[in-house]
C-alpha cells in the first residue's frame, strides 16, 4: 500500500522537520521515496501534486497545521465529493472542553471541531479537538489529521497505524518510533564522544526498554543503582536532584533522570506530568511533558521517551556552543591582553630611546637630570634634599682627610685604640 503525505502550513513550526523525519521512518515501508512525505504553505500551493498522488498512491494523508484544519476539511469535501457533517457527540465534548479553556463558550469555534465525512472513520482524542477521520473514495483513502506535534503523534501511534492495519493488512510498526528516537540519540553521542548516566526511578525501566532498539546503546547509557527518596522535596527539585547524583556517582559528565508521571487530580483521568531533567557539571535544563486527555500511561510514557531523546541531544548540542563561545571569547580575551602588554612594551622602548638620544645630545648625566627635574618639579627647593646623602666622603673630603691623617692629628674625633691603651699604662 502506498501512502502519500501532504503536511500542510506545518513548516512554521519548529518541530516540523523532527515530525518528518518520523513519518518518513515510521512508514517507511509505504513509501516510493522522500517526496512522498512533502511540506506545502496551503492547499493551493499542493494542487498539481495532489492530483499526481490520486493517480498513483493508495491512500492520502493530509495533516493541517490547526490554523488551516477547518478549511482544509471544506477543501477536501469539495475536492473528493463528499459532504460534511456535524456529529453532536464530538460537538457536546468540544464544547466542553472549550469552556475550560476559554472565558466564554465559542460555540462557532466549536462546531468546526465537530464537522466530519459521514460513515467515517474518526481520530479524536477525549477533548473532542481538532477530529481527524478516514473515508473511502472509489478505491483510495482519504485521511485528514491535525498538526499539533503531540497531538498528531498520539493519533497516529494510538489510532491510525492500528486502523491501516486492521482495514488493509499492512505491518506498519509504531515501534519504529523507537528505532529512530533511539538511532538519533546514539548518533549524538558517538559524535560527541559522550557517555550519560540515567538516574535510579520507575521511569527509567521504560526509558531503558524504549532506546534497546538500538543495541549499540548499551555502550554509551548506564543505568545508576542509587536511589533516592524525593521525601518533602517538589518533583522539579527532586527530578534535577537526582539527575546529578546520578552524574557524579557512575562519573558521567551528564546525568539524566525522567519522574514517573503524576496525576493533577484524583482521577485517572485528569491530565498527567512528567519531568525530564539533563544535567552538566554547571546546570540542570528541565523540560515538563503533558498527557491529552484519555492518553493511556504506555502510549504518553513512550511520547516522553522520544521526547528525552531529543531532549538530551538538544543539550548536548547547546552545551557545546556555550563551551564553543566561551573559548572563543577567552582567546579574544587573551589576544586583546597581549596586544595591550605589546603597546605598553613598546612605549616604553619609545620612552627609553627618546631620553637616551636626548641625554646624549645634550651631554647630560643622569644625575644632572634628576637635578634639573626636581627643580622643575619643586622650583621653591627640593624638600627631599639631604635625605639620601651618601654617608662615604666625597673626593676632597677624603683627600683632606688624609694629610691630618699624615700630620697625626685624630680626624675621627674620638680617641684611638693604641691612644687608649698608652692612656691606660701611664695612669698605671
Not at 472509489?138 to 489529521?145: A, D, W, Y
Not at 521504560?206 to 554509551?220: D, G, N, R, W
Not at 518533602?232 to 527539585?237: G, H, I, L, N, S
Request: proline share 2%; glycine share 4%.
Amino acid at each position: 500500500m502506498k501512502i502519500r503525505f501532504f503536511l500542510l502550513g506545518t513548516e512554521k513550526h519548529s518541530s516540523s522537520e523532527r515530525f518528518t523525519a518520523e513519518l518518513k521512518e515510521v512508514f517507511s515501508d509505504n513509501l516510493s521515496d522522500n517526496g512522498d512525505v512533502a511540506s506545502y504553505s496551503s492547499m493551493k500551493d499542493a494542487t498539481t501534486d495532489i492530483a499526481k498522488a490520486v493517480e498513483e498512491a493508495h491512500t492520502l494523508v493530509f495533516i493541517a497545521e490547526c490554523s488551516q484544519f477547518g478549511s482544509v476539511k471544506q477543501m477536501l469535501s469539495k475536492a473528493f465529493g463528499f459532504e460534511l457533517t456535524c456529529d453532536s457527540t464530538l460537538l457536546e465534548r468540544a464544547c466542553e472542553e472549550m469552556q475550560k479553556n476559554r472565558d466564554e463558550e465559542d460555540y462557532d469555534f466549536s462546531v468546526t471541531h465537530a464537522f466530519i465525512a459521514p460513515n467515517s472513520r474518526v481520530f479524536v482524542l477525549d477533548d473532542g479537538l481538532y477530529a481527524g477521520f478516514s473515508v473511502a473514495n472509489g478505491n483510495q483513502t482519504i485521511i485528514l489529521l491535525p498538526y499539533e506535534r503531540e497531538r498528531t503523534s498520539v493519533l497516529l501511534s494510538s489510532q491510525v497505524i492500528p486502523y491501516l492495519n486492521a482495514s488493509y493488512h499492512t505491518e506498519i510498526d509504531s515501534a519504529n518510533v523507537k528505532k529512530y528516537y533511539s538511532g538519533k540519540l546514539f548518533e549524538v553521542l558517538e559524535e560527541k564522544n559522550e557517555k550519560i548516566a540515567v538516574a535510579n526511578t520507575s521511569t527509567a525501566s521504560f526509558f531503558k526498554e524504549y532506546i534497546s532498539a538500538e543495541e549499540k546503546l548499551s555502550e554509551c547509557v548506564s543505568f545508576s543503582p542509587i536511589s533516592e527518596k524525593r521525601g518533602d522535596m517538589a518533583p522539579v527539585d527532586y527530578i534535577v536532584n537526582l539527575s546529578v547524583v546520578a552524574s557524579e556517582f557512575m562519573n558521567c559528565r551528564y546525568g539524566i533522570a525522567v519522574s514517573n508521571a503524576y496525576y493533577t487530580g484524583d482521577s485517572p483521568e485528569s491530565e498527567k506530568i512528567v519531568y525530564l531533567a539533563v544535567s552538566n557539571e554547571r546546570e540542570t535544563a528541565v523540560r515538563e511533558i503533558h498527557s491529552f486527555k484519555g492518553e493511556d500511561i504506555p502510549s504518553f510514557l513512550s511520547r516522553c521517551c522520544a521526547d528525552l531523546c531529543v531532549f538530551i541531544g538538544d543539550v548536548i548540542a547547546d552545551d557545546e556552543a556555550a563551551q564553543a563561545d566561551y573559548s572563543v571569547r577567552e582567546k579574544a580575551a587573551a589576544k586583546r591582553y597581549k596586544a595591550a602588554i605589546s603597546v605598553v612594551a613598546a612605549a616604553i622602548v619609545a620612552v627609553a630611546v627618546f631620553a637616551f638620544s636626548y641625554f646624549y645630545a645634550h651631554n647630560y648625566s643622569i644625575s644632572t637630570w634628576a637635578e634639573n627635574f626636581m627643580e622643575w618639579v619643586f622650583p621653591a627647593g627640593n624638600p627631599f634634599e639631604g635625605m639620601f646623602d651618601r654617608t662615604a666622603p666625597g673626593e676632597d673630603e677624603m683627600k683632606e682627610n688624609l694629610e691630618n691623617t699624615a700630620d697625626g692629628e685624630d680626624v675621627s674625633g674620638e680617641a684611638s685604640s693604641s691612644d687608649a691603651v698608652n692612656e691606660a699604662s701611664a695612669e698605671a
